[in-house]
């Protein structure tokens, strides 16, 4: 990809840093991958929104860094309905690791996805994920090629867009789920529209997802009444994790973690 200019700063660093990341060694993975589409459907059925909660150590648009251990806070998310869970294991801008990933896989039973900036075929085989995020805009015209190689492992691969040229790009490559980010990485704003927008533009058998930027119950219901099969949730739900772990504030700040998706899992809809 070459449009780095088109990316916000941070946005280009990230990118930057992915591209310069090593290969890891051994062959190609073969992933026993947990369905997300089935872990989404099952918490609607449950009456739960379907919450793809995220371990978000640090990002560039978050201040501090919350070092508790990843495992406690999966649990605590899964403890407050979450569907699945979305595992940063980009070290550099977001404080995740591979390590990390793999701890908190091991630790839970919902599916989980691995949220890093892939670049290319062999990054694919960092550590084992039920998911693996693919951004249409990172991987220009390897989408195809990629998916297909996230497959072949076993892994689901959820691609990721941020308008109607990127879907069609997305549903041309094969994929199957799809997130919509309402985060443009050109400004690092944030606007709910951008789900409303895309969504009714995806095919009827994509399995749908709304990504960044939301808050609140309010927030939730309105992806979900726009179409959102699930929804993928990091701040909000991080909010209120000290930035560090000793003491009574680090324990209380983790039960924090299972109030907050709490609040979205049981914010109830019309749809
Ligand atoms: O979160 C950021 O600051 C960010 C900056 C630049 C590129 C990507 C970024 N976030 C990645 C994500 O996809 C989010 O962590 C995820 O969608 C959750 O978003 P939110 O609920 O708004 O934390």
Do not use: Y
């Amino acid at each position: 990809m070459n449009d780095s200019e088109e990316l916000a700063p941070a946005v280009a660093s990230i990118l930057r840093s992915a591209e310069a990341r090593g290969d890891p060694e051994g062959g190609p993975l073969s992933v026993d991958a947990r369905s997300l589409p089935a872990a989404l459907s099952r918490a609607e059925t449950d009456g739960r929104v379907p919450v793809i909660a995220e371990v978000k150590p640090t990002s560039p648009t978050t201040d501090g860094t919350r070092d508790a251990d990843p495992v406690e806070l999966a649990e605590r998310m899964v403890a407050g309905g979450a569907a699945a869970l979305s595992v940063l294991s980009e070290p550099d801008h977001f404080g995740g690791s591979p390590e990390n990933l793999r701890r908190v896989r091991e630790a839970v039973d919902v599916p989980v996805l691995r949220k890093d900036f892939v670049v290319r075929e062999s990054q694919l085989d960092t550590v084992a994920a039920d998911v693996v995020l693919l951004i249409a805009r990172f991987v220009g015209e390897d989408l195809g090629d990629l998916v297909a190689a996230a497959e072949e492992r076993g892994f689901q691969p959820l691609v990721e867009v941020h308008d109607a040229a990127e879907l069609e790009r997305a549903v041309a490559a094969g994929a199957e789920l799809i997130g919509v980010n309402n985060r443009d990485l050109a400004k690092l704003e944030v606007d709910l529209e951008t789900f409303e927008t895309v969504a009714p533009q995806a095919p009827d058998d994509v399995t749908l997802v709304a990504e960044s930027g939301i808050g609140s119950p309010d927030d939730a219901r309105r992806m979900v009444e726009a179409g959102a099969d699930g929804l993928l949730v990091g701040s909000a739900i991080m909010d209120g994790v000290s930035e560090s772990p000793s003491g009574g504030r680090g324990a209380e700040s983790l039960e924090t973690v299972t109030e907050n998706t709490r609040r979205l899992t049981r914010a109830r809809t019309q749809r």
